[in-house]
């Protein structure tokens, strides 16, 4: 198993970003299986008008592929934020602690590993979106269903925030030797109503 320990650094930014939407609604498109240039040119018109965030921009003659149904868009923080009709999510990739290379033997240092560093990102949520509605961990016997049907499943952490039009889920990935989960971290999106 191997590890990276990075600052919050990035997380702490899209919080920030998150923070500063003040109706999710207004970014919320139909939540369906729709794909391509006209799903993608709704999101990029919905969320240019509801922040300030700047959307991803097309080379000269590209084209927007029809299989997409999300585009990315980047904050005043350097934030990279991928919208959906029905989530939005940062791609922060340098930021916080994960366990990668797992072997079906480091289940119990990932779990550890995780449930070190999980109060930190806890804590950094709380900043900016004060207590969650919910937190809990495997542990608890109901986990797999009290937040809502299934939301604990494959998950070791669990916590919600209620924002206005939609909710945050911060959670960390369960490891298991079996089936073999190859890398575990802490991540979060914005479910939009």
């Known amino acids: 198993m191997k590890t990276m320990d990075r600052p919050l650094d990035e997380d702490e930014a899209a919080f920030a970003d998150f923070a500063e939407v003040t109706d999710w609604r207004a970014i919320a498109g139909p939540n369906n299986d729709a794909s391509g240039p006209d799903v993608v040119r709704a999101i990029v018109q919905r969320v240019t008008a509801a922040t300030d965030w700047k959307p991803w921009p097309l080379a000269p003659g590209e084209q927007i592929d029809p299989v ?3 585009w990315g868009f980047t904050t005043k923080r350097g934030s990279t934020i991928v919208v959906f009709p029905g989530m939005a999510y940062a791609d922060a990739l340098n ?9 079906p033997n480091d289940t119990a240092e990932a779990e550890a590993g995780l449930d070190a560093h999980w109060p930190d990102h806890v804590a950094l949520a709380r900043k900016y979106f004060g207590e969650p509605e919910y937190v ?12 809502g049907p299934g939301a604990g499943a494959d998950k070791r952490h669990l916590a919600t925030w209620l ?8 959670f960390s990935t369960k490891p298991s ?3 073999l989960t190859p890398a575990v971290g802490v991540s979060y999106a914005i479910y939009i109503d």
Not at 136 to 147: G, M, Q, R
């Open 68 to 70: 997409l149904a999300s």
């Open 95 to 103: 930021s916080g602690w994960c366990a990668y290379q797992l072997s």
């Open 136 to 147: 809990s961990d495997d542990s608890n016997p109901n986990f797999l269903d009290e937040w």
């Open 163 to 170: 924002l206005n039009g939609a909710h945050l889920r911060l």
């Open 177 to 179: 030797p079996d089936p």
